[in-house]
Every structure is written in C-alpha cells, then in structure tokens.
C-alpha cells in the first residue's frame, strides 16, 4: 500500500492520506499518521477510494489513528466510550472519505461506521472539521 499526503483548509487545516492498495498491515499507516500528529496535525481525512479491501490489520490501523488523535486532544475517553456505545458520537478530527463497496463492509462489520463520518464528497469533508 502506498500512502500520499495533501493538505487542505477547511475552518482548520486538515491533512488528507490518500491510500493506494488493499489496507492489510498496520504499519504504514500508524507511521505517516505519527508523524502528522508530531508535525501539528489536528485532523486527518482517511481517502479510501482506492483501497479495494481492508483486512483486520487494516482495521486496527485506523483504530489507532482514531485512538491517537483523541489522545493528543486529550478527549474524555469515559465520555467518548458513552457517546459510541449510544450511538450519539462521531469522532470531531478524523473522517473518512470514498471506502471502495468491500471497504464499507469492513468498516460497517466492524462498527467503525457507528464513530467515525464517511463521505462521498472531500470537499464537504474538509468543512465538516
């Protein structure tokens, strides 16, 4: 899998990851996502129109961006964890954009989908920051 970065400023600057290939390792990922959130990124939009399957690994990579990004916010994780179990939370700095047909069904499968906003759009994306 290949991982491109762009930038684009919504109410706030948002880093886009634009993922090229099947999503089945962890590693890419969690390293392009540590060193935006090192180098002062706040909101990541994950571009999955070219990422024709995700496995579990692929899963737990995007878990851990989610994970990241609230820790760096200092987000209430008691609150948050309320908030996904009532179906009343959608994560505020990390989104999803254009999952491929198999790539929603892991996501909804899973129950990524109950958390974290998925668009067809990037650009209503980028403004929903």
């Not at 684009?8 to 990851?17: D, E, L, M, Y």
């Not at 392009?32 to 690994?57: E, H, R, T």
């Not at 700095?93 to 129950?111: D, E, M, R």
Request: charged share 20%; glycine share 6%; proline share 4%.
């Amino acid at each position: 899998m290949d991982i491109s970065v762009s930038q684009a400023n919504g109410r706030i600057p948002v880093t886009i990851f634009h993922l090229h290939g099947d999503l089945v390792e962890e590693e890419p990922l969690r390293s392009q996502a540590n060193q935006a959130v090192a180098d002062g990124s706040q909101a990541i939009l994950l571009d999955l129109k070219n990422v024709p399957y995700i496995s579990s690994a692929g899963l737990r990579a995007i878990q851990y961006v989610f994970e990241l990004l609230h820790d760096s916010n200092n987000t209430d994780k008691d609150e948050m964890m309320r908030g996904i179990a009532a179906g009343t939370f959608n994560a505020p700095n990390f989104k999803l954009l254009n999952p491929s047909k198999n790539g929603a069904k892991a996501l909804s499968v899973s129950g990524y989908d109950m958390f974290l906003e998925i668009f067809k759009n990037q650009d209503e994306a980028v403004r929903s920051f």
